[in-house]
């Protein structure tokens, strides 16, 4: 690999120009900045950005950690954040702590090592003084995003309003005995439980909480409530995996989908529509919300002075299809 030396003994000028040319310094003669940066180009120039780090320079890095990269959420996500930070000049460090606190603490180390610019963050637990307290002794601009964390600059989309349009979305299709599969810790379970009992009092007495991921566990649960409950049964799964997962089951069982079972998923990845039938699943504003938290990114490294913490929740929109309507079409 060349370096800045010998492009300089290649191109006749002195090593603080080819550093002051390839750091795009404009105050350079435009000959001579041409002429190295063609010489650069030949011989596929690749600077130390480790070297640039630790002599002050910005590394035009930006480390982003999320929990769980399998996810097909987490991949879009991610996509948008790359797009975003590269319009202005800006690569990733991607992370997975795969919702492990002790493995997320050796990510948030290796982005403390490398210097990177700045930091977007999906935490495990964005509760955890701990991990509040380490992000802010890396004295890096972060921006927390998915998840509310008090005191901290995050875009996230308000789960109890999400949660809230798919239970009534599920009475609206006339369903009268619920599953949540997930969590009842979940926001988004609240949001879902107290719309239905706003609208449907003594819904909750018809409500199962399955919060396992076993298969056959999940199977005794759900034919265990089917047998209680005769009617419609309105399903809300907290992810669309699992949601996927539910989905088999019930075609395991025979049941039929959605005259009996109706299900809703939560993300609206990119399997919703190549599933049978199609799921119905809430939407979160990818896109929008991964430009907003790179753009305050920016800001925040512009700004270091600027303390104010931006608490920003967004609207998920359900997209309704075959899984829970009758009305969607086939």
């Not at 190295?36 to 180009?41: D, E, F, G, T, W």
């Not at 990177?116 to 890096?140: M, N, Y």
């Not at 972060?142 to 599920?170: K, N, W």
């Not at 669309?240 to 005259?259: C, K, N, S, T, Y």
Request: net charge negative; charged share 25%; hydrophobic share 40%.
């Amino acid at each position: 690999m060349i370096t800045m030396t010998e492009i300089a003994k290649l191109t006749g000028v002195s090593q603080p120009t080819v550093s002051r040319v390839l750091s795009g310094n404009q105050a350079v003669n435009p000959d001579i900045r041409e002429r190295v940066l063609a010489c650069a180009r030949e011989h596929d120039f690749q600077p130390n950005i480790m070297a640039r780090s630790l002599a002050g320079s910005k590394t035009r890095l930006i480390g982003v950690i999320l929990t769980d990269i399998s996810n097909a959420f987490f991949a879009d996500l991610v996509k948008h954040i790359e797009q975003e930070a590269g319009k202005e000049g800006y690569s990733l460090i991607l992370f997975n702590s795969n919702y492990d606190p002790g493995h997320e603490r050796e990510c948030l180390d290796v982005v403390r090592r490398y210097r990177v610019d700045g930091l977007v963050a999906v935490p495990v637990d964005e509760r955890s003084r701990q991990w509040k307290e380490t992000v802010r002794h890396l004295d890096i601009p972060t921006v927390i995003i998915t998840r509310q964390a008090a005191g901290m600059d995050c875009f996230y989309v308000d789960h109890v309003e999400a949660g809230a349009q798919v239970g009534i979305h599920l009475l609206e299709e006339g369903y009268d005995n619920f599953i949540f599969f997930g969590d009842p810790a979940d926001v988004k379970y609240q949001g879902f439980a107290r719309a239905l009992a706003e609208k449907n009092p003594g819904s909750r007495e018809r409500m199962t909480v399955i919060v396992s991921k076993d298969f056959k566990v999940i199977e005794t649960a759900l034919s265990a409530h089917l047998e209680r409950w005769g009617g419609r049964t309105g399903i809300f799964a907290y992810n669309d995996r699992r949601a996927a997962q539910m989905l088999g089951i019930l075609r395991r069982q025979g049941v039929d989908i959605p005259e009996r079972a109706g299900l809703v998923g939560f993300d609206n990845t990119y399997i919703c529509g190549y599933l049978w039938p199609a799921l119905s699943s809430v939407s979160q504003p990818n896109e929008e919300m991964a430009a907003a938290a790179v753009r305050k990114l920016f800001y925040k490294m512009e700004h270091p002075e600027d303390m104010e913490a931006e608490d920003h929740p967004m609207l998920a929109k359900l997209v309704p299809r075959r899984s829970s309507s009758r009305e969607t079409p086939r």
